[in-house]
């Protein structure tokens, strides 16, 4: 999402189950996303705002759904990434000493979006400086099993993450999906797989 001329916002969500309801959710999501934007500088109350409007739908259809959602703010102007998730596993980033996932301290992940109303969000930040490379990702990936019955999990991810740092981000996201397939030997996924990811170039 473009937040001003040097700002921009990256969002990712899972939802809970598959199928039509599941994409209903997601619908909702987008539109709820567009119209929280005023506060998108603000990845904690961004996400509050997320999860109010979801919960209110939800609660009135007495549905019970959940979205975990993580959401990164690169900010140029100030020289920083801000970001905070909703029961979503942190995205990783890359700079000069490696590949680590993003701190998550004090409440950390947070409930995911739809599940209790008034819900905080706590709002994380590192300097834009430390960063060559962010991916968020979906747990499907991580989750993939080989025919051991391993998952291949978050360790190996950002190895994957690490080995890719000469590679061009669409390169790097192609050859991290290739990876984990050959992984999981039968060629697919169980799960849905979303990678998201942005190169940061430093001036």
């Known amino acids: 999402y473009p937040l001003g001329r040097d700002q921009v916002g990256l969002l990712i969500c899972d939802v809970m189950g598959h199928g039509v309801r599941s994409a209903i959710i997601v619908s909702m999501l987008r539109g709820l996303a567009e119209r929280a934007l005023e506060s998108g500088v603000d990845p904690g109350k961004f996400l509050a705002d997320l999860n109010e409007g979801l919960q209110g739908i939800l609660s009135k259809a007495e549905v019970t759904m959940f979205a975990t959602a993580f959401y990164v703010v690169i900010d140029d102007a100030a020289g920083e990434i801000r970001y905070a998730s909703a029961g979503h ?35 994380q930040s590192m300097k834009l ?44 996201l192609d050859g991290i999906l290739d990876r984990v397939l050959a992984f999981a030997e039968n060629k697919r996924f169980d799960d849905d797989v979303c990678l998201l990811a942005a190169q940061i170039g430093h001036r």
Do not use: M, W
């Not at 989750?143 to 019955?149: I, T």
């Not at 190895?159 to 981000?169: D, F, G």
């Open 129 to 172: 400086s430390e960063v060559e490379c962010l991916l968020l990702f979906t747990d499907g990936i991580v989750e993939v099993e080989n025919k051991k019955g391993e998952a291949f999990l978050q360790n190996r991810l950002l190895k994957l993450v690490e080995e890719c740092r000469a590679e061009h981000i669409e390169e790097s």
């Open 89 to 123: 596993p942190a995205g990783i980033y890359r700079g000069p000493g490696g590949a680590s996932p993003l701190p998550l301290g004090g409440r950390g992940a947070g409930a995911a979006l739809g599940l209790f109303p008034d819900t905080a969000y706590e709002t």
